[in-house]
C-alpha cells in the first residue's frame, strides 16, 4: 500500500501507512524499527499538500511524547506547526545534511516537494500576518523569482487555501478581499452589543459598590 501511494505521490496516505506500522506492537517492541517508522511519518506528512486533515495529523503527531527523543524531526514538525517563516536557505543548512541523505529526501522529487511545502507554509504565514505585500517584498521573503511567485500565489488561489489578488501595475498582493456592506454593518452591530453588555456590567457592579458603601455608613 505504501509503494503504491508512493506511485501516485499520496503523501498523506503514506504517512497514515506508516503510522499504522508504527502502531503495531511487534514494531514498538523494536526500538530501531520503531523509529524509522516515527521518522517516515515525520517524512511524509510534512511533504503532504496542506489541508485541514493533513494540518489534523501534523499537530497531533507534534503532541506526540515519542517525537521528543528525535530531535531533529521533532524541530522540523515544529517549524511547520508554528506561524513563522522558514526560509528555505536555512532550511538547507540545518536540515539538508541529514534529509537529503535518507532514502525519502535522496529523490530529487522529493526534495523539490519539501521545498514547495516550506513555500507554500510561508505564503500561509504571510497571509495571516499581512493584508497587502508588494510583490517585491513576498519575493525575497519566499526567496523565489517573481515569476515563481506569482505561479505559487495562482496555484494556493485555485486550491483555495488562500485569498489572494496581485495587482501587476502596482505590484501589490492582496491577502483580504473587499467586505461588503453588510458584513461591516454585522461587524458593527457586535461591536455595539459587545459595547453595551461591557457598559451594562460596568453600571452594575457600579451600584453594587454604592449599595455596600451605603451599608458600611449606616
Known amino acids: 500500500m505504501i509503494q503504491q501511494a508512493l506511485r501516485q505521490s499520496a503523501y498523506l496516505d503514506v504517512a497514515k501507512y506508516y503510522e499504522k506500522v508504527w502502531d503495531t506492537p511487534s514494531i514498538k517492541e523494536d526500538e530501531s524499527k520503531s523509529r524509522a517508522a516515527l521518522e517516515h511519518i515525520v517524512y511524509y506528512v510534512v511533504l503532504a499538500s496542506h489541508d485541514n486533515e493533513q ?7 507534534f503532541a506526540n511524547p515519542a517525537l521528543e527523543k528525535l530531535e531533529l524531526h521533532f524541530n522540523l514538525v515544529k517549524s511547520f506547526v508554528t506561524r513563522e517563516l522558514m526560509r528555505w536557505p536555512g532550511i538547507e543548512a540545518i536540515y539538508g ?3 537529503r541523505t535518507t532514502p525519502v529526501f535522496s529523490v530529487a522529487k522529493q526534495w523539490e516537494d519539501l521545498h514547495t511545502r516550506v513555500i507554500e507554509h510561508n505564503i500561509r ?5 499581512y493584508t497587502r505585500i508588494t510583490l517585491s517584498r ?3 521573503l519566499l526567496d523565489l523569482t517573481p515569476q515563481q511567485t506569482e505561479e505559487t500565489l495562482a496555484r494556493l488561489v485555485v486550491s483555495k487555501t488562500i485569498w489572494a489578488r496581485i495587482d501587476r501595475p502596482a505590484g501589490i498582493v492582496n491577502f483580504r478581499s473587499k467586505r461588503s456592506t453588510e458584513d461591516v454593518m454585522n461587524d458593527w452591530s457586535s461591536d455595539m452589543q459587545r459595547l453595551l453588555g461591557l457598559v451594562e456590567k460596568t453600571w452594575m457592579g457600579m451600584n453594587a459598590a ?8 449606616a
Request: glycine share 0%; proline share 4%.
Open 138 to 140: 513576498l519575493t525575497t
Open 55 to 61: 494540518s489534523d495529523m501534523l499537530h497531533h503527531l
Open 97 to 99: 545534511p541529514f534529509l
Open 125 to 129: 504565514v504571510v497571509a495571516q500576518y
Open 210 to 217: 454604592l449599595a455596600a458603601q451605603s451599608r458600611v455608613k
